[in-house]
């Protein structure tokens, strides 16, 4: 069992590293590829979105093929992605190959949290997840330091070319660790795919294109968007096999859990592009340095892992998300008191304290998708907490790098505007995440989270 925590850990960091290894590296590639450091956002988008895209398919696949051999085919497939993005000789071409990262990458995360769901036992789940989870926290925050130090000291294409030997790593692990589990065969819904796929495309188009002052095709991608997307809503209802099972949204739970999530990760997703950004660019930082800022976040994550289970435990899921996320929503705005003259432990600090929140924040919100669904729900269920995370993490780096943009204008070379830019886009930012503590309150009053831990309904 300890060799499938280490391959799903493995997994996981591969992916969430690559979501956020871009965001130091965004001069350096800006200045190789010879365009603007803003325009960057585009090779971060189109890999989260790709993974929201692709990760409904996961369930049916794992169903249909087993999770050995689909795992497999991910870990592949994702080595060859990264491979291409650090041979890219264009923005077009990295924006390519981070599309058959995600791809890869989309089948992961979900299969991953649904072979432990499998493989341990409902008082053991929270505990294990937990485990494998943390890699895949320290991908975004090692992400940057690791981008950074590659970027200034070597080549920024090897940012992406580490990921070759992890991966080389993960299939042989997957070849002896990896449980071949397997459900109800049943047809994929191609209709419902190609919906939900124009929407979050046509939406996400929306929101880039808008930030890029192109406001008609934005318009235009807006309508179709939302179309689809509603044309998905009637048709999911009525769909014997839907690619995203809408009727999980009937738990009181699990809606609040996926509510709470988007409005939290809309506010925070971008916060690391646009902090690397501020510091070199604003602040003259060199990569490194700014990179050495994620490191306090990443030890505050990890610590925060061994006290998760018991802060859960003791106070439930509604207390701890209705205060935590109100912490997290006022050091998010404490980050626009920074300008081009705040010490470096300053930001040390507040980085420290904003990754301790956070990682209870993202655990205790994964977590609570599952504590009402019964086990033979898991699969769609982790395949719909994941897509609605990635989307909102795509959709949160839009919102994010509009919003530096919208106050940039035309200075892109102008320190003073991009510490302007970043301090008014992050009180922005904690405004939408402060809508997510007005969800949590919704949650009934808990339980003991203990009963909950034990039962069969928490297996999921």
């Given amino acids: 069992m300890r060799g499938l925590i280490w391959l799903v850990a493995a997994a996981f960091f591969m992916q969430t590293l690559d979501s956020t290894i871009v965001n130091t590296a965004v001069p350096s590639i800006a200045h190789a590829l010879a365009v603007p450091p803003i325009s960057l956002k585009t090779a971060l988008t189109s890999y989260v979105l790709t993974l929201a895209i692709c990760i409904p398919a996961s369930a049916w696949l794992s169903d249909r093929f087993g999770t050995r051999r689909v795992f497999a085919a991910s870990v592949l497939i994702f080595t060859l992605g990264s491979l291409a993005c650090g041979m890219s000789q264009s923005l077009s071409q990295l924006v390519a190959a981070r599309v058959l990262q995600g791809i890869g990458g989309a089948l992961l995360m979900p299969i991953g949290r649904y072979v432990l769901v499998r493989a341990f036992g409902p008082k053991d789940f929270v505990a294990a ?110 769909a014997r096999h839907p690619v995203v099972d809408l009727t999980l949204f009937k738990v009181r739970s699990f809606i609040i859990a996926v509510g709470g999530g988007l409005c939290t990760r809309l506010g925070t997703a971008g916060l690391s592009f646009i902090l690397m950004l501020f510091l070199q660019v604003g602040c003259g930082w060199t990569p490194t340095e700014a990179g050495l800022m994620i490191v306090p976040q990443a030890v505050a994550m990890v610590l925060m892992k061994l006290l998760i289970d018991r802060i859960l435990k003791r106070h439930g899921y509604r207390r701890t998300l209705f205060v935590n996320t109100t912490i997290a929503t006022a050091l998010l705005a404490c980050f626009a008191l920074f300008d081009a003259t705040t010490p470096w432990w300053a930001i040390a600090i507040l980085m420290f304290a904003y990754g301790f929140v956070m ?85 009934r009053h808990d339980r003991p989270l203990r009963r909950q831990v034990t039962t069969p309904e928490t297996a999921a």
Wanted: aromatic share 12%; proline share 5%.
């Fill in 359 to 443: 990682s209870l924040q993202y655990t205790a919100m994964n977590t609570l998708a599952f504590v009402d669904l019964p086990p033979e729900r898991a699969a769609q269920a982790s395949s719909v907490t994941s897509t609605v995370q990635y989307l909102a993490i795509s959709f949160g780096i839009a919102l994010s790098s509009w919003l530096l943009a919208v106050f940039l204008g035309d200075h892109h070379h102008d320190p003073a505007a991009y510490v302007h830019g970043f301090r008014i886009a992050v009180l922005v930012m904690a405004a939408i995440s402060l809508i997510a503590v007005y969800v949590f309150t919704r949650l």
């Fill in 129 to 238: 997840m937990s485990t494998a989870g943390i890699p895949g926290l320290l991908g975004p925050v090692v992400g940057p330091l690791l981008g950074g130090v590659l970027s200034q000291y070597a080549s920024w294409r090897l940012i992406f070319l580490v990921n070759v030997p992890v991966g080389i790593v993960g299939l042989w692990l997957n070849r002896t660790h990896m449980p071949d589990f397997r459900g109800e065969r049943r047809p994929f819904d191609w209709i419902g795919f190609i919906l939900f796929a124009l929407a979050s495309g046509m939406l996400l188009t929306a929101a880039e294109t808008g930030g890029d002052g192109d406001y008609r095709n934005a318009g235009v991608a807006a309508v179709i968007g939302a179309v689809c997307a509603f044309a998905y809503w009637r048709y999911g209802h009525r």
